[in-house]
């Protein structure tokens, strides 16, 4: 059964940092993608990062490039999402999902066909 797990939320000051992980499980070694969402109170759906996990190859939405960093230990089945320089608008929830794959200079939102595509979400907030 695949299961997604993320850790390392919680409540940060602005201008700190928080690292979220996204233990997987389940998955096959390394053929699939992780990506990183958000959702915002009040707001949509935001795609994040995508890291395909097999290259380690990673793409950022432009609205965190500079500040939020993808990464993944394939040894481990884990992905990282590294946030420094936080700001009140990163309050959010946030999710990993399988549901995503890298595109030529970005990536997309892409359902896959794995039973359990989410994580349950962890809760980020800035806040002095």
């Known amino acids: 059964q695949v299961q997604l797990v993320e850790s390392g939320g919680g409540q940060v000051q602005p201008g700190g940092s928080l690292r979220l992980s996204c233990a997987t499980s389940?998955?096959?070694?390394?053929?699939?993608?992780i990506g990183w969402f958000r959702r915002a109170l009040g707001k949509e759906r935001e795609g994040l990062s995508c890291?395909?996990?097999?290259?380690?190859?990673?793409e950022h939405a432009d609205s965190i490039k500079g500040r939020f960093t993808t990464s993944r230990d394939q040894n481990k089945h884990t992905a990282f999402l590294q946030m420094n320089n936080l700001n009140s608008d990163d309050t959010a929830t946030y999710f990993c999902?399988?549901?995503?794959?890298?595109?030529?200079?970005?990536?997309?939102?892409?359902?896959?066909?794995?039973?359990?595509?989410w994580g349950q979400g962890i809760q980020v907030t800035v806040s002095s």
């Open positions: 999902s399988t549901n995503c794959n890298l595109i030529t200079g970005g990536f997309r939102y892409e359902v896959s066909h794995w039973s359990h595509s």
């Open positions: 389940g998955l096959p070694s390394d053929g699939y993608s």
């Open positions: 890291i395909n996990m097999r290259e380690g190859l990673a």
